[in-house]
């Protein structure tokens, strides 16, 4: 069996990990001569849209699928009328762009932030006198890890927000002063069969995702997965999804989706008896799904822009280290770690030494 993967980066590289096991094989493309998870596949070298690298995957895998949403939308598309293409490429077309994601969620009643659609610098002034501040403007496409965005706290702030998104289009939400910022990650399997992991509790610093934790019997459980259920079925998912939500007063507003494996499910590799990786994996070619259950108590550190000592790290009980075989630069994802522990107060003390360490390389 072989599955295609458009994309080659470290989420591309933990799918193909926990495919081998299976008897996997993997096709990858990704117009980086070095993408990090060339090395465990064979590479089409080249632009997501060169219609002859479409064609050659198209043939070569039984199934496709993605390691990101951002790829243009008529690619999912041609592959998908050549062969199986999980998840569909609808599920793209909707996370790709925020509004239509917005419209989306509140089509489906769950709860998201109130926004507007902005296209000019008075259609900003005009969307702020009725979101209020503070407030959130962010390019309708093409971002993640907090890019193309910008927190308005004051009208001094609406010119440098409105220069800095340079004519696309863009979406300004209320700032939701939540609790805490939580996720779920599902799969969903060609024959319909559905599992949930339990949810993570997610910490951001500069848009970018720092550290997750799983979350034993979360009184907010419940609430998520009938959520990305809702969302699942209204896509006809096939594969893993994952929601992330802000949790305020004992309520959740969505954020937004990813139609891929996430970075928050990370923890599952070690935590879980079977890691979002290897679900994605039985999702898309149709096998049952595995357990979800947690084993223990999980944590995942980023390392963002540089590389921990490998000695020290490993130095740290019940540690483990991934590393992508990605070039440290500045902002850039190049490595994770997880921990487990028995009780809340060892997994703290461990995570502690994790966010140590990341700090010392973090150059962001
Ligand atoms: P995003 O790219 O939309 O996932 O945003 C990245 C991070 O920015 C989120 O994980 C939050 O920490 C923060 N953020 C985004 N939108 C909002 C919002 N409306 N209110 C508060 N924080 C937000």
């Known amino acids: 069996m072989i599955v295609g993967v458009l994309g080659a980066g470290q989420l591309a590289r933990m799918i193909a990990l926990a495919g081998y096991p299976l008897g996997v094989d993997f096709i990858f493309l990704d117009p980086s001569a070095d993408a990090c998870a060339n090395s465990l596949g064979a590479h089409l070298h080249g632009d997501y849209d060169d219609p002859r690298l479409l064609a050659q995957l198209a043939e070569r895998a039984d199934v496709v699928t993605y390691e990101f949403e951002n790829v243009p939308a008529g690619v999912a598309e041609f ?144 609430q998520a997965e009938a959520y990305i259920l809702r969302l699942m079925e209204a896509l006809d998912y096939v594969g893993v999804l994952a929601l992330e939500l802000f949790e305020i007063d004992g ?66 009980p019940h540690a483990h280290l991934h590393l992508y075989d990605k070039a440290p630069r500045k902002g850039r994802k190049v490595a994770h770690a997880t921990v487990r522990a028995e009780t809340t107060g060892q997994l703290d003390a461990l995570i502690k030494q994790l966010i140590a360490l990341a700090d010392k390389v973090d150059d962001s």
């Not at 239509?100 to 507007?116: M, N, Q, R, T």
């Not at 969307?127 to 927190?151: F, R, V």
């Not at 970075?263 to 979800?292: V, Y």
């Open 79 to 222: 592959l998908a009328s050549h062969t199986q293409v999980h998840p569909a490429p609808k599920a793209l077309a909707v996370a790709q762009d925020r509004l239509i994601e917005k419209a989306f969620f509140h089509g489906l009643d769950i709860p998201v932030s109130p926004y507007a659609a902005v296209a000019s610098f008075e259609g900003l002034e005009q969307a702020m006198s009725i979101i209020g501040w503070p407030a959130i403007l962010k390019s309708c496409t093409m971002g993640y890890d907090g890019k193309g965005q910008s927190l308005l706290k004051s009208v001094d702030d609406l010119k440098p927000a409105w220069e800095q998104l340079a004519g696309v289009q863009g979406v300004v939400e209320a700032f939701v002063p939540f609790d805490r910022e939580v996720s779920i990650i599902a799969a969903r399997n060609v024959s319909g069969a559905t599992v949930f992991y339990p949810l993570s509790q997610n910490l951001h610093r500069g848009g970018i995702l720092r550290v997750s934790e799983s979350c034993d019997n979360d009184p907010m459980q419940q």
């Open 251 to 316: 309520k959740l507003i969505a954020n937004e989706f990813a139609p891929r494996v996430h970075n928050s499910g990370h923890w599952t590799i070690e935590g879980a008896e079977t890691s979002q990786f290897e679900n994605h994996l039985r999702a898309i070619l149709d096998l049952p799904l595995g357990a979800t259950t947690a084993v223990g108590k999980s944590a995942m550190v980023n390392f963002i822009g540089g590389l921990p000592a490998t000695e020290e790290l490993l130095a740290i």
